[in-house]
Each structure stands twice: as C-alpha cells, then as structure tokens.
C-alpha cells in the first residue's frame, strides 16, 4: 500500500495503525449501536401474532421491500399472505435482542418467520424474503425462462449496487460525523452511473424484467425510485440530479402510484409525516382509508 502522509488525511494527522483497534467514541449516527462484534446483546422474545407470516422490521429501503412485496400479494388474491409487521427500532438496537438474533444472526432487518411450514421457517436478508415469498405464492417471479432470469439479474444487481449507494454515499453525505469530499465524490459518481444504468434499461423496458412487473421492481424501487422522488438523504435527490433521469423517473412514478406500494411504505414507518406512519400491521383494517386518500405520495 501506497504510504500517505498524515497531513494529507482526515482528521488532520491521523496515521494509519498497522492493526485496526475499535474506537467506542468515533462518532456518526449509528456509532452507539455499531460494534465490531456479532451475536445477542441482552434477553428478549419476539412477539407472535395471529398470522403464519410474522415480519420483524423497520421501514427503511430493504424493510419496505418485503411489506410492499406482501401488500402486493394481498392484493392480487393471495390470502395466504397475511402478516404481521412488528417494529424493530434498530436505533434502540431491538435487532441485538436474543428473540431477533434467533431469526437472524446477522442482526439487521427485515427478518421473517413462516410458521405455516411443518417446522417454522426463518428467512432473512431481503432479497432472499422476496425470492422465499414469490415461489411460496407463484407471484411476481416471471416462469418463463428468459423473464426469470432477468428478474434474478436485477433482484442480484440491486444486492450489489445499493450498499454503494447506503453505505457509501447516504452514509458520507447524510450520517458521518465530517464531511469528506473525496468520499462524497467517489460513492457520488458511483450512484450517478448506477442511475444511468437504470435510466438506460428503462428506455426499453416498461419494468425491470420488461413488461411484467416483479420483485426486481419491488427491490430496487424502495431504493432508487424513492431517491429519484427526492425522499432519501434528506435533498440528496437534487444533489444528484435524480430527477434529471426521464425513464428512471416514468418507472419511479408508475410504481409510487401502486396502492399496494402506498401501504406497504407505511408499515413500520417512524419517520415523516404521522398520517404516512404505521407503525405495526396485524390486518388490513389497520389502514385507515380516510389517512390513506391524505398521502398523495408516501
């Protein structure tokens, strides 16, 4: 590795240790919950509702995935797919708790438990809850061969590509205790060739997977779709010129306007305007059709 001279780094003089010890104090918004460390932190139990589907989340990105990916199953006819959304406040560190740790050991949301199977089966990441919850109800995962694949292509091109835009851009621009401007820069020009694949795909294609729409959408929207409307990162839309991306945005505004889409952005929700906030799910009347004619966008 290429030696750097620590008047060069930030914060000013800092020199790189030859062994990386963790620093309790180093600051950012999630430092008081982040450690270099895995497993349970202290004793608690998941609650379990009336459904086989319980759902244990948070309405960021990857949560809003699976409760829109379930909306939309209820509404296409799959009773099944009633569910349960517990809130997991991982600002709190709920997902440190024994109970979650139990569904996933790698203590981030969403995490699922199907109690329907002969022995309970527990399904985490996102990706793999979608994929888990299309061939359960043969929905929204094409059958034909070359749609299948397409779909797979951009469920796993979203699991690769949004890190760089959570981690590394939200992360530098909106979380970390310092603006740095190389940081900002690198993950900045990242997202914006991120954006132009999308915007380029779409040229041709009315949905991810082409005409149909599926959980390639369902994965990529909550990310991509909700920065292009400007709702993530506080203005990190405008700063992007997010907007600027005409296809991208002619699939964001298509999907926004699902109202299966509009309640599954509400469930677990703890950020924005209350009457966009739901904060569990246990059945469909939790949504209140009057709050819901209020959201024009969620």
């Given at each position: 590795m290429t030696e750097k001279s620590p008047e060069n780094n930030l914060p000013a003089g800092y020199e790189l240790p030859k062994v990386w010890t963790w620093d309790k104090g180093n600051g950012g918004e999630f430092a008081?919950?982040?450690?270099?460390?895995?497993?349970a932190q202290?004793?608690?139990e998941l609650p379990v509702g009336k459904h086989p589907l319980q759902l244990y989340s948070l309405a960021?990105?990857?949560?809003q995935k699976v409760t829109i990916m379930l909306e939309e199953l209820l509404a296409a006819g799959h009773s099944g797919a009633e569910y349960d959304a517990w809130l997991i406040r991982i600002g709190d560190g709920d997902q440190f708790g024994t109970g979650f740790v139990e569904v996933n050991p790698n203590s981030k949301i969403p995490a699922m438990m199907d109690h329907s199977t002969a022995e309970p089966t527990r399904v985490f990441e996102s990706g793999s809850i979608l994929l888990y919850l299309a061939e359960k109800f043969g929905a929204f995962l094409?059958?034909?061969h070359k749609a299948r694949t397409e779909t797979m292509n951009w469920l796993f091109w979203q699991m690769g590509s949004a890190p760089f835009l959570g981690g590394g851009f939200g992360h530098f621009y909106a979380y970390a205790p310092m603006h740095i401007k190389y940081a900002i820069d690198r993950y900045a020009m990242e997202v914006k060739r991120q954006l132009d694949v999308l915007d380029r795909h779409l040229v041709r294609n009315q949905f991810m997977a082409g005409s149909q729409y599926t959980i390639a959408d369902m994965a990529i929207w909550p990310w991509y779709g909700r920065l292009a409307l400007g709702q993530a990162y506080g203005d990190a839309g405008t700063f992007l010129e997010a907007s600027s991306y005409r296809n991208l945005m002619r699939w964001t505004n298509e999907i926004a306007a699902r109202p299966a889409v509009k309640r599954g952005c509400m469930v677990n929700r703890t950020s924005g305007d209350p009457a966009g906030q739901l904060h569990e799910r246990h059945d469909a009347s939790d949504f209140d059709t009057k709050t819901q004619d209020k959201i024009a966008e969620v």
């Amino acid at each position: 590795m290429t030696e750097k001279s620590p008047e060069n780094n930030l914060p000013a003089g800092y020199e790189l240790p030859k062994v990386w010890t963790w620093d309790k104090g180093n600051g950012g918004e999630f430092a008081s919950i982040n450690r270099p460390t895995a497993g349970a932190q202290f004793e608690k139990e998941l609650p379990v509702g009336k459904h086989p589907l319980q759902l244990y989340s948070l309405a960021t990105p990857n949560g809003q995935k699976v409760t829109i990916m379930l909306e939309e199953l209820l509404a296409a006819g799959h009773s099944g797919a009633e569910y349960d959304a517990w809130l997991i406040r991982i600002g709190d560190g709920d997902q440190f708790g024994t109970g979650f740790v139990e569904v996933n050991p790698n203590s981030k949301i969403p995490a699922m438990m199907d109690h329907s199977t002969a022995e309970p089966t527990r399904v985490f990441e996102s990706g793999s809850i979608l994929l888990y919850l299309a061939e359960k109800f043969g929905a929204f995962l094409p059958k034909e061969h070359k749609a299948r694949t397409e779909t797979m292509n951009w469920l796993f091109w979203q699991m690769g590509s949004a890190p760089f835009l959570g981690g590394g851009f939200g992360h530098f621009y909106a979380y970390a205790p310092m603006h740095i401007k190389y940081a900002i820069d690198r993950y900045a020009m990242e997202v914006k060739r991120q954006l132009d694949v999308l915007d380029r795909h779409l040229v041709r294609n009315q949905f991810m997977a082409g005409s149909q729409y599926t959980i390639a959408d369902m994965a990529i929207w909550p990310w991509y779709g909700r920065l292009a409307l400007g709702q993530a990162y506080g203005d990190a839309g405008t700063f992007l010129e997010a907007s600027s991306y005409r296809n991208l945005m002619r699939w964001t505004n298509e999907i926004a306007a699902r109202p299966a889409v509009k309640r599954g952005c509400m469930v677990n929700r703890t950020s924005g305007d209350p009457a966009g906030q739901l904060h569990e799910r246990h059945d469909a009347s939790d949504f209140d059709t009057k709050t819901q004619d209020k959201i024009a966008e969620v």
